[in-house]
């Protein structure tokens, strides 16, 4: 008699972010050859996703015109990126289930384009952060960091 043993993942979050980056890094759809998160990139996700809540204030850019590439930058990401624009975040408010958050980005074309990877600039991007607050969700990724 043979017994077979199949592997179970059991994933155990810590936190709603984790869970979030987890649907992130294994979406299937993702095309990156690999992601790697950045404690630059996560401070950075976290502090948006924080400012967010406590200004209601839903936005890329902060009040004081800080746009993401700006806001990486000054956490410590060294990107190639224009200072004054977005080429690495999205961000979703409404919810605190991440996997909510996440179809709702992805649903969005450009959105999914930053999340999948689909085209040449975000492809590179495989550093990457996930910040969560109240109910809004800030996903960062960048070519370097």
Known sequence: MYKVFLPIAIYVF???SQEAACLWILDINNQRPQMIESVELTNAAQWHAEYIEANNYFSHCTKEGDCPNRIIKRFGCDHPYNENGNAVQSLVRGTADARSAYNALIASPSHRQHLHGLNEMTKKQI??????S????VFLSSERC
Do not use: R
């Open 14 to 16: 810590v936190s709603v």
């Open 127 to 132: 550093y990457y952060g996930v910040g969560f």
């Open 134 to 137: 109240g109910l809004t969700f």
